[in-house]
């Protein structure tokens, strides 16, 4: 028996660092683009289950398109209660909120929520009766769920609940054989085989964005579902005026290059690595 555990795509949540359990969002559109960059094969999956909640569902067409699916409620993410979609800046100094963060975290209950014992309780009854049907299944649901449900599968293993939380869009494959049970992280076969014949702009490791991040978009663009961020501070600055981006020197001598997006396109990493010779011939010269 097989069991494929997938975290839902990025949220706005997610991206902002908001609490988010029970609150029914959609994707964002950066989590959106990255799943349908994504693909996964479940050849042998004979159910398809979500937790229900949007996310869930929109995660669920995207990398593996209309099937036909079940609602286990149980699957759900653990409910914040009066803390939904609030950040930790915006909770520092609510008593109600410092004593939910204080002292055991699994048992403690935040007003109007479930604590982590509760919401385990209720996920691996759900697994239980999954797991009693017999059949291979992809269960589409949340990192909570999927941390709790691993670190009840594997408790030898040294690890949190906290630690076994996939990112998103990602999981596990759990393969079950009579007394024996073994895992694997999913994986992205939008990346295996031919990826090396790919141009590096058709491949992943190309683009990344970090939304959550304080600065983004650090350079003003009218196109920021374009702005790349895995050149976070641009490797061709030492270049000078070779560097080929829109800068000016200040009289200090500095570069101003603040109205450069060269490395920030989503296309630049062929550029940026075809100038990396010419690093190189600095750095012998700094030795």
């Excluded at 050849?43 to 569902?57: E, H, K, M, N, Y």
Aim: hydrophobic content about 30%; glycine content about 8%; charged content about 25%.
């Amino acid at each position: 028996m097989k069991i494929y555990l997938v975290r839902h795509g990025l949220t706005t949540a997610n991206e902002r660092r908001l609490y988010c359990g029970s609150s029914d969002l959609p994707l964002s559109a950066e989590g959106i683009r990255q799943l349908k960059n994504m693909h996964y094969d479940v050849p042998d999956a004979q159910r398809f289950i979500t937790s229900g909640l949007l996310r869930c569902d929109e995660t669920m067409t995207l990398l593996f398109g209309d099937v036909r699916r079940e609602v286990v409620p149980g699957f759900r993410e653990i409910d914040f209660g009066v803390f939904e979609l609030k950040s930790f800046e915006m909770l520092k100094d609510d008593p109600a909120y410092l004593t939910w963060i204080s002292g055991d975290n699994e048992r403690n209950v935040p007003p109007g929520g479930e604590s982590g014992e509760q919401m385990t309780k209720r996920v691996l009854a759900s697994f239980g009766e999954v797991l009693s049907d017999g059949r291979n299944a992809v269960i589409v649901t949340h990192g909570g769920v999927i941390a709790a449900i691993m670190a009840a599968m594997f408790p030898g293993r040294g690890r949190s609940r906290y630690d076994w939380q996939p990112k998103p869009g990602r999981g596990y494959v759990l393969e079950l054989r009579e007394n024996d049970i073994k895992y694997h992280e999913m994986e992205d076969t939008a990346m295996s085989g031919d990826w090396r014949n790919k141009k590096p702009e058709e491949c992943h490791y190309s683009f990344t964005q970090h939304r959550a991040c304080e600065f983004f978009p650090c350079h003003k663009t009218d196109d920021p579902d374009n702005f790349n961020c895995l050149f976070c501070y641009c490797p061709l600055y030492t270049l000078g005026s070779k560097c080929g981006g829109n800068f000016v020197y200040l009289d200090n001598g500095h570069k101003d290059c603040s109205n450069c997006l060269v490395p920030h396109r989503r296309g630049s990493y062929s550029y940026i690595i075809s100038k990396y010779p010419e690093l190189a011939e600095l750095a012998k010269k700094n030795r």
